[in-house]
């Protein structure tokens, strides 16, 4: 069974920076990885993806400012998220592609805030 977790919200204030990480547990082979986003009383919406091939691809609202980022410490990919902005606030989904279907994390929130 294929499950996927996404970690790493949190509360920041304007120009800070987070890192949302996405596990995933199971047997899948991984097309795409990313994130959406959903702020209260608004529809859910892309925020960035990465394919297997490694090719990058981010929102118009968060391009410049988000980027995926490996860590040499434990080989995994992060979502790196730095000059954050009021308007970020939001529940981040993390998902992965497979064939194409997707599975979807549960959500992390990200406040930011002074």
């Known amino acids: 069974q294929v499950q996927v977790v996404g970690s790493g919200g949190g509360l920041v204030q304007p120009g800070g920076s987070l890192r949302l990480s996405c596990e995933v547990s199971g047997r899948i082979r991984i097309h795409v990885r990313g994130w959406y986003r959903q702020a209260l009383g608004k529809e859910r919406e892309f925020v960035a993806s990465l394919t297997a091939d490694g090719i990058e691809n981010y929102s118009d609202a968060v391009k410049g400012r988000f980027t995926f980022s490996r860590d040499s410490a434990d080989n995994k990919r992060y979502l790196q998220m730095d000059s954050l902005k009021p308007e970020d606030t939001a529940i981040y989904y993390c998902?992965?592609?497979?064939?194409?279907?997707?599975?979807w994390g549960q959500g992390t929130q990200v406040v930011v805030s002074e």
């Open positions: 998902y992965i592609n497979s064939a194409g279907t997707k599975y």
